[in-house]
C-alpha cells in the first residue's frame, strides 16, 4: 500500500490489535523468508547481504519453540560475538522478535538462551568446533556457513548432534561461496534451497546503502555472489582454485613446531571508509618445511590503527619480524610501525614486478603440496581464486593476496630476496644469528 493507505489500515485496527499485528511473522514476512513445506531436513537459505536471512532464521526458531517442535537448540556462527550480537541480541535476534510478555532470557556466561516455553538454545562458535561434541539438539541454526573457519568439521558436529526429537532439522542461512560443502548440499535430496537476493529487501533498507552497493557492485562478479546471491564458478586459468584450496586445510592443534614465523603487511595508500584494506596476514614455516597460513588479520584503517594491528598480530603468534611493502609510502611505513613499535625488525620489500607475476610461484607452493591454511580464510580465498596469469580479475585491489605472497616469499627466500631494514640506532639489538634468515 502507499503509506498514506497503510497507516489509515493500521489506525483502523485498534491498538490492541495492532499491537498482535506487530509480533505477526506470517504477515510482515516475504514468501521466501518462510520456511518450505515438505518432508526436508535441512533448508539452506542462499542470498544476498540485506535479504533478511538472519531474521528469517531467528524466526524460523521462534516458531519451532512456540510450536513445541523444538526444546533443545543449536544456534551457530562464525564466531562467539556474531552468535551473540547479531543472532541473539542484534536488531534482527531472538531477543528482539518476541512480544515483551515472552522476551527469551539469555544468559551471556553460560551462552543460553530459554523461552517463554522451557525450550533452551546454547550458543556455538565456529571457530571452536569441539563445543558441539557431546550436546544433542532437535534443532539447528547455521547462520553464514560459507564464512567459518573450520566449515566442514563445525557442520559434521551439528549434524552428530542433532538426534533428539521425531525430526530433527538444520537451517542453513548463508551468503553463497561456491565452496565444497555448499556445491554438497545443494545436490542432496534431502536439502530444500531458498535463494534470493538484496534487491528484494529495498523497502527495509536505507537507501543510502542500497545506492552505495548498487552503484560499486551491481554486474561485478563480487556483486553475483553478495547482492544476488549467486553461487560464482571458479575463474577459467585461476592460479587458485577452491578444490586447491580446500585440500590443504589443516587444524590448528596439528601444526608442527614453528622455525620462524612473519607478518606480512600490504598498506592501504588512502585511509576512510571508502579506503582500500591493509593486507595484514602472518604465516610459519615449519620443523617440517611446509609453510602455515595463521591469520589473516587485514582490515579499513588509518595508518595508526593498521600498524597496530600488525603489531598484535606479531605478538599474539609470537613473530619474528614484520615484512612490510613499501612502493605506496616509502620510509614512511616504517616509521608508522616504529611509531607503535619502535624496536620492531621490519623487512622492507618493494613490487618490481606485477601482482600477478609475484603470486606464480606462491600458486606453484600450493600445487606442491608446500602450503597450509590453518582453518579457512574465506576473504582472502575470494582474492586468491581471482587472480589469474593475466591479472586480478576482482573489483578492487587484492590486498589480502599481496600480503599473503609477501609473506610465504619471506619464508621462502630462494623465491625473491628481500632486504632488511634495520631498527634506529639507539633500539636494543637482537642477539647474534637469530634474525640471519631476514638478511640473505
Not at 543510502?208 to 553478495?226: I, K, M, N, P
Not at 600445487?367 to 578492487?396: C, I, K, N, W
Request: glycine share 8%.
Amino acid at each position: 500500500m502507499p503509506p498514506d493507505m497503510r497507516e489509515e489500515a493500521l489506525a483502523r485496527l485498534g491498538d490492541e490489535k495492532a499491537a498482535r499485528l506487530r509480533w505477526d511473522w506470517e504477515f510482515w514476512s516475504r514468501p521466501s523468508q518462510l520456511p518450505p513445506p515438505g518432508d526436508w531436513d535441512i533448508w539452506l537459505v542462499l542470498a544476498g547481504r540485506g535479504f533478511g536471512k538472519t531474521r528469517a532464521g531467528a524466526e524460523w526458531v521462534r516458531a519451532e519453540v512456540d510450536a513445541k517442535r523444538a526444546s533443545r537448540i543449536a544456534i551457530v556462527a562464525d564466531t562467539a560475538a556474531d552468535a551473540r550480537d547479531v543472532l541473539v541480541e542484534g536488531a534482527s535476534g531472538l531477543l528482539s522478535i518476541y512480544p515483551p510478555a515472552q522476551k527469551p532470557l539469555y544468559e551471556p556466561s553460560k551462552r543460553r538462551v530459554t523461552f517463554h516455553t522451557g525450550a533452551t538454545a546454547t550458543l556455538y562458535s565456529a571457530e571452536d568446533p569441539e563445543q558441539l561434541r557431546g550436546p544433542q539438539h532437535d534443532l539447528a541454526l547455521a547462520d553464514e556457513l560459507a564464512k567459518w573457519r573450520y566449515m566442514q568439521e563445525t557442520f559434521d558436529q551439528i549434524m552428530f548432534g542433532l538426534r533428539l526429537g521425531s525430526k530433527p532439522r538444520l537451517m542453513i542461512t548463508t551468503t553463497p561461496r561456491p565452496v565444497p560443502l555448499i556445491r554438497e548440499l545443494l545436490a542432496k535430496p534431502n536439502v530444500v534451497v531458498t535463494r534470493g537476493g538484496t534487491r528484494e529487501n529495498r523497502a527495509n533498507l536505507a537507501a543510502s546503502f542500497w545506492q552505495a552497493v548498487h552503484d560499486r557492485y551491481a554486474g561485478t562478479r563480487l556483486g553475483r555472489q553478495e547482492l544476488d546471491g549467486e553461487v560464482v564458478d571458479d575463474v577459467p586459468g585461476a592460479l587458485w582454485t577452491r578444490r586447491v584450496l580446500d585440500g590443504c586445510r589443516v587444524r590448528e592443534d596439528a601444526l608442527p613446531d614453528f622455525k620462524r614465523v612473519v607478518v606480512a603487511v600490504d598498506p592501504a595508500v588512502t585511509s576512510g571508509e571508502e579506503a582500500d584494506e591493509t593486507g595484514i596476514v602472518c604465516a610459519a614455516l615449519g620443523e617440517d618445511g611446509r609453510a602455515y597460513v595463521l591469520e589473516d588479520a587485514s582490515l579499513v584503517a588509518t595508518p595508526q590503527g593498521w600498524a597496530s594491528r600488525a603489531i598484535s598480530t606479531l605478538d599474539l603468534r609470537g613473530g619474528d619480524a614484520l615484512v612490510v611493502e613499501v612502493n605506496q609510502g616509502g620510509e614512511m611505513v616504517a616509521q608508522t610501525i616504529r611509531s607503535v613499535r619502535p624496536t620492531a625488525r621490519i623487512l622492507e620489500v618493494r613490487a618490481t614486478r606485477g601482482k600477478h607475476v609475484r603470486a606464480e610461484p606462491i600458486s606453484a607452493l600450493y600445487e606442491q603440496g608446500r602450503v597450509s591454511h590453518v582453518g579457512a580464510f574465506p576473504d582472502l580465498e575470494d582474492q586468491m581464486v581471482l587472480m589469474t596469469a593475466q591479472g586480478y580479475l576482482g573489483d578492487r585491489s587484492p590486498d589480502r593476496l599481496d600480503a599473503l605472497v609477501w609473506a610465504l616469499t619471506a619464508l621462502f627466500p630462494n623465491l625473491i630476496r628481500p632486504v632488511a631494514s634495520p631498527p634506529p640506532v639507539n633500539a636494543p639489538r637482537a642477539p647474534a644469528g637469530q634474525h640471519e634468515w631476514m638478511n640473505r
